[in-house]
């Protein structure tokens, strides 16, 4: 329960940096050496190595943060992620898997709200000296995406 | 807190079996002889016993999974439930009572993106020897239902 | 992980007596001379004191429900919480902050289910004796509100 608890206080911080948009925050919640990717559940199930983004190690995605920001000068939307169905399981030693449901909810600046994306986290934590994702794949119920806004999810 | 933990992951694990087209491990979630129906909450106010579908038993629900089976032979939407605000009361002896909110995403093969479902869950659950829902019951605030796909929820 | 639990459960007993309709019940989940608003996230973080709706007090939300009840004599919404990503701070003493993701269906009397607000509830909560709201701040997203009905959310 312990260890719940732990997986579930990542999730919610992870999700909370990104809503508040501290952007620069995001590679923190990894590894050094950790690994993100996007992919869809339609490429994932037919094994397809397509991820709509991915990155390897903090260093990767700082640039990838930078990129950002250099191109969207003006983000007015906002993003609202919900977390649910966290269920973790031990691996070896110090190290868990967690799969959690999300949805991402976004606001137009003119006040439109719609579910932006579906999925699921597929999670490779380290619990110790404090709790990180070693890998974390968001798999995309859609393949619709708006692809000029690849940010992380 | 162990009670919270365990029902709070037997629905998880339920979720995803669904969320996951698992509709074969759907009866195995429940007692031998467990209910499971879907409702309104309009009905369920008015006490009027017409629920949406209705299921008394594992070997029931098992004729009815294999139903959806034959009916819906090209389905391609896919679901993401999301539960929210866990609520555990012991019962009496290995018995406890949860009601929970729920929101059901459901996702076209366009890549649509709808709520599709809300409302609530009210369970009985048995804790030993493990986690099993002796009673679910579904009750939707909507009572606009998309008929032709009357998969458990 | 007791506080945390604690913590949720309050917030899960508040959002399913709204959604219950049980308006009457929405002062007791505060201290006498518990604060509550509704602001939107722009406001906030332009300092502005805007709220959209805010009380002081027991007193004033009871009398806010009650007017609630003689303007809408017909309320044929009904509403569905949903909580995630519950951050739990121990303040000082009794005293914990709480800060968690929300978001609320509509679902007309037709059947039409819309994501109506999403935000974030800032919490300061006082645990003992029982748990209770010593502040909720409700911050949304969207700046756009469906004035004429300035229910709790």
Known sequence: ?????????????????????RLEAWPDFFTENGRYRIATAENEERGLP????????????RDRV???????????????????CVLVEKASGDQVRSIANFVVIRIM????????????????????PSPLY????????????DTLLAIPL
């Open 109 to 128: 600046q003119d006040g439109a709200t719609m579910v932006f994306a579906s999925g699921r986290y597929l999670d490779r934590i380290v619990l110790s």
């Open 1 to 21: 329960m312990n260890v719940q608890y732990e997986v579930e206080r990542l999730h919610a911080r992870y999700a909370q940096a990104l809503d508040a948009d």
């Open 134 to 145: 070693e890998e974390r794949v968001v798999v995309c119920d859609s393949r619709r995406f």
């Open 50 to 61: 397509l991820p709509v983004l991915s990155a390897e190690g903090r260093a990767m995605m």
């Open 66 to 84: 930078q990129s950002l920001r250099h191109a969207n000068i003006y983000e007015p939307q906002r993003y609202r992620h919900m977390l649910s």
